[in-house]
C-alpha cells in the first residue's frame, strides 16, 4: 500500500500534467485567434500597419499567454472535481463494505 505521501505527490504531478496541457492547448487556440485578429487588423487598419513588428510580437504573446493560464486554469479545476468525485465514490464504496461486513449482505441482492 503506497504511503499517503506519494498518492498525494502522484496526483499533484498528475494535475500540473493536466495543467500543462491545458496551457499548451489554450497557448495554440488563442494563438491561431490573436492571428486571424492580427491579419485583420493588418488588412484593415492603417494603425495596426504602422505598430513595429516587436509590439506586434508583443501583442501575439499576450494573447497566447492570457489563453494559455485560462485553459491551465480550466483543466485545473477540471481535474480537481474528478478527484474529488473519485475520492468520494472511494470513501462511499470502502463505507458500503464496511456496512456488508458487519450487517451481512441484503437478501434482495441476492435474487437479481
Known sequence: MPSASEI?????????WEAARGAMYGAAKWGVASAVLGGLGYSLSPIYRGLTIQFKVYIQMSGMVLGSMIEA????????????????????EAMWKSFEQQYGKDDEDDDA
Open 73 to 92: 486554469d480550466s483543466r485545473l479545476r477540471e481535474y480537481e472535481a474528478a478527484m474529488r468525485m473519485r475520492r468520494r465514490i472511494l470513501r462511499d
Open 8 to 16: 498525494k505527490h502522484a496526483e499533484a504531478a498528475d494535475a500540473s
